[in-house]
Structure formats: C-alpha cells, structure tokens
C-alpha cells in the first residue's frame, strides 16, 4: 500500500507523469485524431501554448524523481534510502468508472510503464459503476484518478479553474498554500479584459501547473461521432451534455419513428439544476428545464431568447434586465413568473458548494475570486461545511442572503428580472445559458422540500449532498420533454410535453439507456434498437465499416459540411484516410460526423491526501 500522503511528494507526481505515453493514447486509442494537451486551456484561448513545458514519455526521468522523493518524510531521497519507495515498491489502485474504456486505457498504460520503470511499483486498475466513481470522487478516497471536463462556458476560466481552486483541486484535496498561489494567478486573470495580458498571466500559470504537476492532461481529440441515417434534425454543438431532442425526429425507415433511443454510459446523479454538475444529468435536465437564454445552434459563443424574450445590459455592462416570456406552463401546471426566475437563481447561489457549479455565478455577482457564497459570510472558513456555517453570527448570514436578494431583482408587474454584477462579465450570457442557470417554480420548490425563499434558512440547504437532495429524482421545468421515469442504472424516459410554449418536440419520447458493455450498445446499432450510442475511441474501427456517409467538419464555416457518400473504409490507415469519398452511396446505415475540435479532455490527477 501506500500512506495518504504518497501524492503530496511533487516527485512522486512528477515520476507518474514522465512514465504516462500521451502519444500512445493518441494513436492507439484515438488513430491518430488527436494530439497530446501541453496545458489545461483549449486552442485560440489564452493561455493556450503549443510551446508550453509539458511531461513528454520519459521512463529514464521518472526513475530520476521517483529516486529524489521522499515518501516517509525522514529527509533522505528515495534513491539513497531503502526504506523509501524506490527500495521498498508501492502498491496503488487507479480507478476508472465502467465503460469509460479510454479512461481504462489510460490507466493500463500506467500499469505497464510503472512496472517498466520499478517491478516493484504495482498499479491496480479497477472500475466502479458511475455513481459509486463519484462518490468515490468525493469523499477523496480515489488515490489517482482520470478526472474529464466538458467546458461549461467558452473561456480559459473555465478550465484553469476547475483543476485547481474548483470541482477537481477539491477532490485532490489540493493543499491550501498551493491553491492560493493558483487563485491569485486565476483571479488577476479573470479580472482583465484584453486578450494579451491575460494570456501572460495564464502563461505563469501554465508554468506553476507544470512544476507542481498537481495533474496530466492527456490529449485533445477531434469528433467521431455516429448516427443512424435515419435520424433527422440533430444540432451537434460540442458543449451541449448530450443531446437536445426537441428538434431531432426520424424518418419512416425507422424501425421505430415515435422514440428516439440513445445507448450511452453513466447515470444520472441528482436532477436539481443548481446541483447538477455531470454529463449524465445534464443531458436529462437541458431537455426539461430552461435558461433565460440558449445557445444559437451549433454555436458555442452566440446566443438566442428563451425564457428571456429579450434583454439590455447598462453601458457600463453591470446591470442586466431580462424581459420575462408570458405564457409559459411549468410541467405540473404552474405559470412561469419572474419571481420564479428570480428566486432560481437566488436559491442556487444559496446553495452554493464546490462540488456544484455555482461557482460559475458566484464570481460575477459577488466579486472575482469570490466563487461561492461562504467568501461573503466568513471568507471562506465554512466552505463546503454546512455546520460551520450555521455556526456564524445568523445577522452575517442573513446580511449575505439579503445581499444576494439584491442581485437578483423580479419585477412581476413589469415582467423583467433584474440582475446587477459585481463587475462587467464578458462572458455573462454563456454564463447564465447552462442548466445552472434554469429556472424552477419556486412554490414547486417549497412545497417539496427545498429552500422556502426566506433569509433565515438558507444556510439549512447549503452543500447539500447528492442523496439528501429532495430534487435529486423528481423534475418540474417548462422544456419540451417532460420525465417519464428514471430506473436507476439502467433507463430515463421523457416524453413531449403538450403544453409546451413553443414549437412542440418532434418525437414523442426519448430513451436514455445506461448500458456500461460496449458490445451490447454495439449489437443495439446493428440492429437497429439503438439511433445513437456512445463509442470509445478505442472500439471505432468496429463501427467504421457501418458508416455510409460522413459530414467533415469545416473550420472556415465553424459547422459540418452537407454529408457526402463513402465507398469504403480502410480501418487500418488513420484519421481521415480510412475513408474513401465517392459519388455514389452505399448501403451501410451510418452517419459520421467528423473532426470537429472537441471542448472536452481528461486530465490524470493526484489526490494529496488519501481519505
């Protein structure tokens, strides 16, 4: 075994990064589309660079640090101590969550080199079922762990931070000297507007990143994706959790037109928008509730009205006033008001937590660097403790509620909702067009349990965990879909919601299958049981010989050009040379959808001290 402390050795971190081959991920998992990540933000962002230091696969240089650290502590380098790891061995579990077989992948290649290195450096590679890898997650009990990112907003913010002071430094338990020196960097860089200056702050932090190695971004792929020919009116952007279904619908040679079924991995945690921070309830949650506005298409940065009819912003990009839909119905038959719209986002930044996204609002409303609730209560000492803020003088308490309530204004006789920053945000509306920023019927709200709207208890319903959240299984927003049912760990079902205030769904239900066996999902697409599946990049030259036609994405137009026929595929050549382009179509059953850079990767992280 190892002690708590293995990974808080900066060498220890250092040896496991030399001994990790990016490069073989990126050929042998992804055949060549994709590209070993040097930093933690995405291309064209800042920060962003090609010439960045990074850990490249070096089996020589891990044995060097493995032999500089000093696991026990008694001041004498590995290498000249034989009680010391490099004498003594290790034996470690690295944890992947079923079916994710990349993730596997990753740390089986690990195992292999580590053992290359030391015979006595022992990995073991084990899976858990989705839930059970989170909770895992969170209680720091994960020794190493592939931890993977799906940007929420398109900025550099959105990935330096949640691998260091948000989500993922959290579950490393990331030592507090260490973050500070990050959230100062994060901070300066948040605050500033041209483009330049920030890339010069991310570039220090680029460097801290790599001489502390708290983690190791693996690769940056390119899209892969298929669907049955079959399947009509699907919007491909890359930072939806999923799919959103209101506009998809098949045609008659379908084997089943009035369900669209979609056979993918992980099962939702907790369907409360606030709390929602996984790809697997974000998919169910973005096709029941909505945002006051949404993303136009398949674009990443452009914006149209949703629950908002339409909005100004003050000159000086403080003040936001939305004007609020009339007409719209709540599933359960409630009228959409400001009020309600006022008070979701009220309550969310209530809640607050850093295993939520609300830190996402925190920041813009309350100050850069205050990214949850707690920084106005008692500068943080109660973060993510619920009973340490109870603790705090209840007119502190009920000063921050109120002083979120004035954030955050309704005006029903008006119709608008009125929300003040604490400074300009540039990227507020990306913000705010994500399912934490979905609006829920306050009184639906109260009556089931949750936070009753006054300033006396809010602090009751803060970091509130998964299992003890009376949302965590029951929905009421105003989208198309409407829940059916969840059977855990194996199937959510919606259905078209009649009373939808705009254009109806064009299929009546969706099937969300969690099924973790790739060659079941596989055997399902065959058959035609399943519209869409999730594919591993590892298991892509099983389907690729299904596809019979591929639409290339075009990076002048930002979109994928209009499919074209495939005569045959090749699956042992790479990328986009397996496929041969022709006039004439074939009759496999397959759409691709093809090279579109990807807003998301894994990252190996370390936790520093093993609960």
């Given at each position: 075994?190892?002690?708590?402390?293995?990974?808080?050795?900066?060498?220890?971190?250092?040896?496991?990064?030399?001994?990790?081959?990016?490069?073989?991920?990126?050929?042998?998992?992804?055949?060549?589309?994709?590209?070993?990540s040097?930093?933690?933000?995405?291309?064209?962002?800042?920060?962003?660079?090609?010439?960045?230091?990074?850990?490249?696969?070096?089996?020589?240089?891990?044995?060097?640090?493995?032999?500089?650290?000093?696991?026990?502590?008694?001041?004498?380098?590995?290498?000249?101590?034989p009680?010391?790891?490099?004498?003594?061995?290790?034996?470690?579990?690295?944890?992947?969550?079923?079916?994710?077989?990349?993730?596997?992948?990753?740390?089986?290649?690990?195992?292999?080199?580590?053992?290359?290195?030391?015979?006595?450096?022992?990995?073991?590679?084990?899976?858990?079922?989705w839930p059970?890898?989170?909770?895992?997650?969170?209680?720091?009990?994960?020794?190493?762990?592939?931890?993977?990112?799906?940007e929420?907003?398109?900025?550099?913010h959105?990935?330096?931070?949640?691998?260091?002071?948000?989500?993922?430094?959290?579950?490393?338990?990331?030592?507090?000297?260490?973050?500070?020196?990050?959230?100062?960097?994060?901070?300066?860089?948040?605050?500033?507007?041209?483009?330049?200056?920030?890339?010069?702050?991310?570039?220090?932090?680029?460097?801290?990143?790599?001489?502390?190695?708290?983690?190791?971004?693996?690769?940056?792929?390119?899209?892969?994706?298929?669907?049955?020919?079959?399947?009509?009116?699907?919007?491909?952007?890359?930072?939806?959790?999923?799919?959103?279904?209101?506009?998809?619908?098949?045609?008659?040679?379908?084997?089943?037109?009035?369900?669209?079924?979609?056979?993918?991995?992980?099962?939702?945690?907790?369907?409360?928008?606030?709390?929602?921070?996984?790809?697997?309830?974000?998919?169910?949650?973005?096709?029941?509730?909505?945002?006051?506005?949404?993303?136009?298409?398949?674009?990443?940065?452009?914006?149209?009205?949703?629950?908002?009819?339409?909005?100004?912003?003050?000159?000086?990009?403080?003040?936001?006033?939305?004007?609020?839909?009339?007409?719209?119905?709540?599933?359960?038959?409630?009228?959409?008001?400001?009020?309600?719209?006022?008070?979701?986002?009220?309550?969310?930044?209530?809640?607050?937590?850093?295993?939520?996204?609300?830190?996402?609002?925190?920041?813009?409303?309350?100050?850069?660097?205050?990214d949850?609730?707690?920084?106005?209560?008692?500068?943080?000492?109660?973060?993510d403790?619920?009973?340490s803020?109870?603790?705090?003088?209840?007119?502190?308490?009920?000063?921050?509620?109120?002083?979120?309530?004035?954030?955050?204004?309704?005006?029903?006789?008006?119709?608008?909702?009125?929300?003040?920053?604490?400074?300009?945000?540039?990227?507020?509306?990306?913000?705010?067009?994500?399912n934490?920023?979905?609006?829920?019927?306050?009184?639906?709200?109260?009556?089931?349990?949750?936070?009753?709207?006054?300033c006396?208890?809010?602090?009751?319903?803060?970091?509130?965990?998964?299992?003890?959240?009376?949302?965590?299984?029951?929905?009421?927003?105003?989208?198309?879909?409407m829940?059916?049912?969840?059977?855990?760990?194996?199937?959510?079902?919606?259905?078209?919601?009649?009373?939808?205030?705009?254009?109806?769904?064009?299929?009546?239900?969706?099937?969300?299958?969690?099924?973790?066996?790739?060659?079941?999902?596989?055997?399902?697409?065959?058959?035609?049981?399943?519209?869409?599946?999730?594919?591993?990049?590892?298991?892509?030259?099983?389907?690729?010989?299904?596809?019979?036609?591929?639409?290339?994405?075009?990076?002048?137009?930002?979109?994928?050009?209009?499919?074209?026929?495939?005569?045959?595929?090749?699956?042992?050549?790479?990328?986009?040379?397996?496929?041969?382009?022709?006039?004439?179509?074939?009759?496999?059953?397959?759409?691709?959808?093809?090279?579109?850079?990807?807003?998301?990767?894994?990252?190996?992280?370390?936790?520093?001290?093993?609960?």
């Amino acid at each position: 075994g190892i002690p708590g402390t293995f990974f808080d050795d900066v060498h220890i971190r250092k040896a496991f990064a030399y001994a990790f081959d990016a490069g073989l991920v990126a050929e042998d998992v992804y055949s060549g589309e994709a590209v070993q990540s040097k930093v933690l933000s995405l291309p064209g962002m800042p920060g962003y660079d090609p010439d960045a230091p990074f850990y490249n696969f070096d089996l020589e240089k891990a044995a060097e640090e493995f032999k500089l650290a000093d696991v026990d502590k008694d001041g004498i380098p590995a290498g000249e101590d034989p009680d010391d790891v490099w004498e003594m061995g290790f034996r470690v579990q690295m944890l992947y969550n079923t079916g994710n077989t990349t993730r596997q992948i990753v740390a089986e290649i690990l195992q292999a080199s580590l053992s290359e290195v030391n015979e006595k450096f022992v990995v073991e590679v084990l899976g858990l079922p989705w839930p059970a890898y989170l909770t895992a997650q969170r209680a720091y009990k994960i020794p190493i762990m592939v931890g993977g990112w799906l940007e929420d907003i398109h900025d550099a913010h959105n990935w330096y931070q949640p691998y260091t002071t948000g989500t993922y430094g959290a579950r490393q338990k990331m030592p507090e000297d260490l973050r500070a020196e990050f959230k100062t960097l994060l901070d300066q860089g948040v605050s500033l507007v041209d483009s330049q200056a920030r890339h010069e702050v991310y570039q220090e932090f680029n460097q801290l990143y790599f001489d502390q190695a708290p983690g190791v971004p693996i690769v940056l792929a390119t899209s892969h994706g298929y669907e049955q020919k079959w399947v009509e009116g699907r919007v491909l952007n890359p930072i939806f959790s999923g799919d959103v279904f209101k506009t998809m619908y098949e045609t008659e040679d379908s084997p089943d037109p009035g369900t669209i079924t979609v056979a993918s991995i992980g099962d939702p945690l907790v369907l409360d928008p606030a709390a929602c921070y996984d790809t697997a309830s974000g998919e169910v949650l973005q096709n029941i509730y909505e945002t006051l506005v949404f993303y136009d298409g398949i674009q990443t940065d452009q914006f149209v009205p949703q629950l908002a009819e339409s909005w100004e912003v003050s000159d000086d990009g403080t003040v936001w006033t939305f004007n609020i839909r009339e007409g719209v119905k709540f599933h359960e038959g409630g009228d959409l008001t400001p009020s309600d719209v006022a008070y979701s986002f009220q309550r969310g930044l209530l809640q607050g937590g850093y295993s939520t996204p609300q830190w996402l609002l925190a920041e813009p409303f309350l100050g850069v660097g205050i990214d949850d609730i707690t920084g106005i209560v008692d500068d943080f000492a109660s973060a993510d403790d619920r009973e340490s803020l109870i603790a705090n003088d209840p007119q502190v308490l009920i000063d921050a509620c109120e002083t979120v309530k004035s954030k955050i204004v309704a005006d029903d006789e008006a119709g608008t909702v009125t929300m003040t920053l604490a400074q300009p945000w540039g990227p507020f509306l990306a913000t705010i067009a994500n399912n934490w920023g979905a609006v829920m019927d306050k009184e639906w709200v109260i009556e089931n349990g949750g936070w009753d709207g006054t300033c006396e208890t809010w602090q009751n319903y803060y970091s509130m965990a998964d299992a003890d959240n009376p949302f965590r299984a029951i929905t009421n927003g105003t989208s198309a879909y409407m829940l059916d049912h969840w059977t855990p760990d194996q199937e959510v079902i919606l259905t078209a919601f009649d009373g939808y205030w705009g254009e109806p769904a064009l299929t009546e239900r969706v099937a969300l299958l969690n099924i973790s066996e790739f060659g079941t999902r596989f055997a399902m697409l065959q058959a035609g049981d399943a519209d869409i599946i999730y594919v591993p990049a590892e298991n892509r030259a099983a389907v690729d010989p299904m596809v019979g036609e591929i639409a290339i994405y075009n990076p002048e137009t930002n979109a994928y050009d209009d499919p074209v026929p495939v005569c045959s595929i090749d699956t042992t050549r790479l990328g986009i040379d397996r496929f041969e382009i022709c006039d004439e179509p074939n009759d496999q059953p397959l759409t691709l959808y093809f090279g579109r850079p990807g807003l998301a990767q894994d990252v190996i992280l370390f936790n520093f001290n093993i609960q």
